[in-house]
């Protein structure tokens, strides 16, 4: 009898497998929330992500974890902020103590890669059967000078759950998007080969060798990051739109989305569109491009530096063409695509996230009270305030560490972060900043220190 219920058990399992649905997890990097033609940016051209959201729900209140990426990234991978994780600043970041002139603070240490003990969506997609490939930008596996024990190679995603890794290593951008590309993990092609247009080759290649399984497609496009490269053709087209500041930015941003809509037309031609999920997102809000009405950009804690366009199309589930204003944050993609391919928690992991799918589905469970952002770093471009923020319904309360001054915001009457409340609602702002500070507790956050420099 033995005999016999064992292949049935196996095919049983395989069944299970095979039902289960593809997930693709496409981040954009830098593009801001106003970037993309269906979000309001009319001067450019994005009918692939118009048609993804067209064809999907549209968030209108989607954040990053973080206004820089290395921390978005790895909440995303975790399902954990970025405070609790000690992951604050884009690695390699700055020097440990450092603090620029004039400031009372140093910034606070953090950590520059995603440790091997993390549990990654990656690994528990993995472990449950699914194919599970890495293309593009990771910027995970800094390590620095005299850091033992650890080597840069040995902190790429084929160690944090996926098979397939592609261009995924330590590089902030790539020094080229034009080939060579002088990236880690990916071979060069011929001289003048397109960065977008060779990393959508290789997640279709993936796509097509694994159509007869689940699979997990993390495809985190370089683009929309500097240099600012593109074809001249393209770039050409853009230079005769009037009132366009920057025709290579947005010729970037029409590539991106060109060689993303040739990865949905193959994933049609596979027949693969019902049973896959595809969540579009940016790592922070814009740096290049024109941010308004939202306030600041990338580094910063304002709306523009956490702000970003976030779809989601999963055909027979997410009904075609609906917005949905609840805030969400990247940590809600790690439950999100555990729960979608049927999986329990992860246990003993605390998470900063919550599953997605009542709201994808339009079912009632979805419970969000309160979204919270710690940058305790000076960004690249070193404009930012170091501090912490938090929202909760239409509010949103700032606190900088240089001094304790709150700042607040009622978003749902000014998004554009224009009119501060702090004075005149002293009672809202002290409740949400006693409850930011339990928050920073709870995760143990590393917190600026008092500089001996200035």
Known sequence: MKHL???????????????????????????????????????????????????GMRFTQGYAASPVCTPTRAAMMTGQAPARLRITNHAPGHPDGFTIKGSTLQEAENLRHLPLAAVTVAERLSAAGYATAHVGKWHLSYVRRGETGLAEKDLRPEHQGFDVNVGGGDNGGPPSYFAPYRIAAL?????????????????????????????????????????????????????????????????MIEAMDTVIGR?????????????????????????????????GFKGMLYEGGIRVPWIVRWPGRVKPGTTEATPVISMDCYPTLL?????????????????????????????????????????????????????EGPYKLIRYDDDGSLELYDLSNDLGEKRNLAGQSPDLARRLEAKLDAWLRECEARRPRKSTVN
């Open 5 to 55: 219920l064992l292949p049935l058990l196996v095919l049983t399992l395989a069944s299970k497998a095979a039902d289960r649905p593809n997930l693709v997890v496409i981040m954009a990097d830098d593009l801001g929330w106003r970037d993309l033609h269906g979000y309001g940016n009319s001067r450019v051209d994005t009918p692939a992500l118009d048609q993804l959201a067209a064809e």
């Open 263 to 295: 990865f949905l037309k193959a994933l049609d031609e596979a027949g693969l569109r019902d049973n896959t999920l595809v969540l579009f997102k940016s790592d922070n809000g814009g740096y290049n491009g024109d941010n308004r009405p939202l306030r």
């Open 187 to 251: 071979a060069d092609g011929r001289e003048g080969e397109y960065l977008p247009e060779r990393l959508a080759d290789e997640a279709i290649a993936f796509m097509r060798q694994h159509k007869d399984r689940p699979f997990y497609l993390n495809w985190w496009p370089y683009s929309v990051h500097y240099p600012m490269q593109a074809r001249e053709a393209l770039i050409a087209k853009y230079r005769q739109r009037k009132g366009l500041k920057d025709p290579v930015y947005a010729a």
């Open 339 to 391: 729960e979608v391919a049927g999986l329990p928690p992860t246990e003993n992991h605390p998470l900063d996230g919550r599953s997605l799918l009542p709201l994808l589905t339009q079912s009632p469970g979805f419970e969000r009270d309160t979204l919270y952002f710690h940058y305790p770093n000076y960004a690249f471009h070193q404009q930012n305030r170091l501090g912490s923020a938090l929202r």
